[in-house]
Nanobody, 114 residues
Framework: QATLVESGGGLVQPGGSLRLSCTAATSMFNWVPMGWYHQAPGKQRELVAL??????NSTASAKGRFTISRDGAKNTVYLQMNNLKPEDTGVYYC?????????WGQGTQVTVSS
């Protein structure tokens, strides 16, 4: 059984919205910093949003457009993405923060295109 499972990606037009979900196998992830990471085609995986037990932040490129949140009862971390841009295209992964190599899931593909 995968430890972290991402879902919610899809094809969306520029300016559209998506909500990604990252469901953990256990509740232990509710108490540690978690991040959403974006891997654009041909590029390295980059952090776009981070949530800790006390705070939530998004990086400069996502600020004002992406919101990370957590539902402890569902062992799930969400990434609400609004006003999507073509450069947001790629695979989105969740992981601990700092990232740990053994916790990468399969990711979820987001394609922003008209």
């Amino acid at each position: 059984q995968a430890t972290l499972v991402e879902s919610g990606g899809g094809l969306v037009q520029p300016g559209g919205s998506l909500r990604l979900s990252c469901t953990a196998a256990t509740s232990m992830f509710n108490w540690v910093p978690m991040g959403w990471y974006h891997q654009a085609p041909g590029k390295q995986r980059e952090l776009v949003a981070l949530i800790t037990p006390n705070d939530a932040n998004s990086t400069a490129s996502a600020k004002g457009r992406f919101t990370i949140s957590r539902d402890g009862a569902k062992n799930t971390v969400y990434l609400q993405m609004n006003n999507l841009k073509p450069e947001d295209t790629g695979v989105y992964y969740c992981n601990l923060w700092p990232r740990r190599s053994g916790f990468w899931g399969q990711g979820t593909q987001v394609t922003v295109s008209s």
